[in-house]
């Protein structure tokens, strides 16, 4: 397994003279391009790492994953999905287009829109407290924490999820005042962690909710189910469809460079590399899960019986 984990790192490290580190959040650009990493678990509680699996990043849209949780744990099935669909969107994580053409509702919690309005559906007095707490229990990390600059330079700079949100309002799908809906948004996805904190979630979302070290049911099944058919929907931007095609594994992918995916086998692996390519993917870690995913057998629809895809 160590030396699988090893050519994958130097496959992902090929490509990353492909892309770009997001600047869009200015604290974002400060990352270092040649920082590439990947933690594997297995659930026997057997773990990989290699490369800069420890440096820490922000979470960004894999938060999108943990505030679907709360929100289902919290205001339940039907309260979240009469505001937001479970469409993929074919567009990009930031848009607003079909907000004003296609339908009212955002596609998917995937994407920011959806996200917004998810976060909106958390029935709790403090949901970025809840949330932080769900997070260091599903990462079994208590000092994860909030990184300040982050979050600053996304609440500085967030016109684009403003306009969203203040959009949302107007055609009454989000209640109430959309900045402190923002404001936790924004914390949520600006909490840091590394790739061991991210596999251990993956490796909970892997195996059905429960924690296959402890024998703990972390979170109900039904919740997982939901989460990985929208990761492998609609986890990976509009680069969904052809990485579940590549890859076939429920993932979602965040602007800071990190990508949780939810493995066959009831294996749990994040990745981590601030490259990114066009669709806004870590394009290091898409080529490491997709040389994962040939190497180990971890297409979900992969024939069984053979040792390749
Ligand atoms: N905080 C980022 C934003 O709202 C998250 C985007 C992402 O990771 O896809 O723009």
């Known amino acids: 397994m160590g030396a699988i984990l090893e050519n994958a790192l130097l496959y992902g490290k090929?490509?990353?003279?492909?892309?770009?580190?997001?600047d869009y959040i200015p604290e974002l650009a400060k990352a270092d391009p040649s920082n590439l990493g990947i933690c594997l678990m297995t659930k026997e509680g057997l773990m990989y790492p290699v490369g800069n699996w420890q440096v820490p990043f922000t979470m960004q849209s894999i938060a999108k994953t943990f505030s679907l949780i709360l929100a289902l744990q919290t205001a339940g099935y039907d309260k979240v999905f009469s505001k937001v669909g479970m469409e993929p969107t074919g567009d990009c994580f930031d848009s607003i287009v079909q907000l004003e053409t296609k339908q009212l509702y955002p596609f998917n919690p995937m994407i920011n829109a959806g996200a917004?309005?998810?976060?909106?559906?958390?029935?709790?007095?403090?949901?970025?407290?809840?949330?932080?707490?769900?997070?260091?229990?599903?990462?079994?990390?208590?000092?994860?924490?909030?990184?300040?600059?982050?979050?600053?330079?996304?609440?500085?700079?967030?016109?684009?999820?403003?306009?969203?949100?203040y959009l949302l309002l107007s055609d009454h799908i989000l209640e109430g005042d959309p900045e402190p809906i923002l404001d936790s948004y924004f914390r949520m996805c600006s909490v840091?962690?590394?790739?061991?904190?991210?596999?251990r979630f993956s490796l909970i979302l892997a195996n059905d909710g429960k924690d296959p070290v402890t024998g703990k049911q972390m979170v109900e099944d039904w919740i997982i189910?939901?989460?990985?058919?929208?990761?492998?929907?609609?986890?990976?931007?509009?680069?969904?469809?052809?990485?579940?095609?590549?890859?076939?594994?429920?993932?979602?992918?965040?602007v800071g460079?990190?990508?949780?995916?939810?493995?066959?086998?009831?294996?749990?692996?994040?990745?981590?590399?601030?490259?990114?390519?066009?669709?806004?993917?870590?394009?290091?870690?898409?080529?490491?899960?997709?040389?994962?995913?040939?190497?180990?057998?971890l297409h979900y629809f992969a024939n069984k019986t053979d040792t390749a895809v």
């Open 14 to 22: 090929s490509f990353l003279s492909y892309g770009k580190v997001a």
């Open 116 to 165: 917004i309005v998810t976060v909106s559906c958390i029935e709790c007095s403090d949901p970025f407290s809840e949330f932080l707490q769900l997070v260091k229990q599903l990462c079994f990390n208590d000092t994860v924490r909030l990184n300040e600059q982050v979050y600053l330079s996304e609440k500085h700079t967030g016109q684009r999820n403003r306009s969203i949100a």
């Open 192 to 199: 840091e962690v590394n790739t061991q904190d991210l596999a």
């Open 225 to 254: 189910r939901i989460v990985k058919t929208l990761m492998l929907t609609c986890g990976m931007y509009d680069e969904s469809g052809e990485f579940a095609v590549k890859a076939g594994i429920p993932s979602k992918s965040g």
């Open 257 to 297: 460079g990190g990508i949780i995916a939810a493995a066959d086998q009831g294996m749990g692996i994040a990745t981590y590399g601030p490259v990114l390519n066009k669709k806004g993917n870590s394009i290091g870690g898409i080529h490491m899960l997709e040389y994962l995913s040939r190497e180990l057998n």
